[in-house]
């Protein structure tokens, strides 16, 4: 069974940073692509950032420069650094695993950026 568990949620003052951290059970080169979605209530979830297992990496608009997607050495967790953060940063934010069409969802982390 694959599962991903997200960390590192809270809540952080507008200007402030955090540290997403998503262990997963397999080596992250197992996925063809990682990656960051969030929602919003009454929003579709969106892609924040992913990383390929070639390491090709891509970004939303709204938060290039500001975030940056990782992975560790061990190559089981994946991270997503988080800085310049600014409310509409406020959601709840999922790790994505994807290989060989399928997908694979972590529970989620809350993230509130207050103003």
């Known amino acids: 069974q694959v599962q991903l568990v997200e960390s590192g949620g809270g809540l952080v003052q507008a200007g402030g940073s955090l540290r997403l951290s998503c262990a997963a059970s397999?080596?992250?080169?197992?996925?063809?692509?990682m990656g960051w979605y969030r929602q919003t209530p009454g929003k579709q979830r969106e892609l924040v950032a992913s990383?390929?297992?070639?390491?090709?990496?891509n970004y939303a608009d709204a938060v290039k420069g500001r975030f940056t997607i990782s992975r560790d050495s061990a190559k089981t967790t994946v991270y997503l650094q988080m800085n310049g953060l600014k409310p509409e940063d406020t959601a709840v934010y999922y790790c994505n695993g994807q290989r060989l069409g399928y997908q694979y969802w972590g529970q989620g982390t809350q993230v509130t950026v207050s103003s």
């Open positions: 397999r080596t992250i080169f197992w996925f063809n692509t």
């Open positions: 990383i390929s297992s070639g390491s090709i990496t």
